[in-house]
C-alpha cells in the first residue's frame, strides 16, 4: 500500500466519487485508512447515543473520510480563462541534504 503523501492544510481537488469536481483543504489526515478528511465536503448524518457527556443522543453533522487516491493536490485554482492545475506529490533531496516535496509536474517545491 503506497503512502499518504498529503499533509494538513494542503488544498486538494476531488477527482472521483459524490464530491468530484470541489476543492477544499485538508483537516485530518488518516494513515491507516490511507484517507483524507477535508474540510466542507462529503458531510454525513452520524446517529450520536446518549451517554454520560451527552445526557440526550442527537443526530450529528460531519466529515467523512475521501480515499487518497480520490484527490489530487492543488497547484493553481481555477480562473475564467485558465483550467486547475492539478499534481502528484514527490519527494527530491535539497542542496542541504533535507528532503522536500515537491509538485511533480511543475517540480516546484510544495
Known sequence: MNKVKFKVNDEVLVIAGSEKGRTGTITKVLHDKNAVIIKGL????KHVKPSQKNQDGSIVEMEAPIHASNVAYLVKKATKDKPAV?????????GKGKKVRIARRTQKEI
Open 86 to 94: 492539478i499534481s502528484k506529490i514527490g519527494y527530491k533531496v535539497d
Open 42 to 45: 462529503k458531510i454525513v448524518k
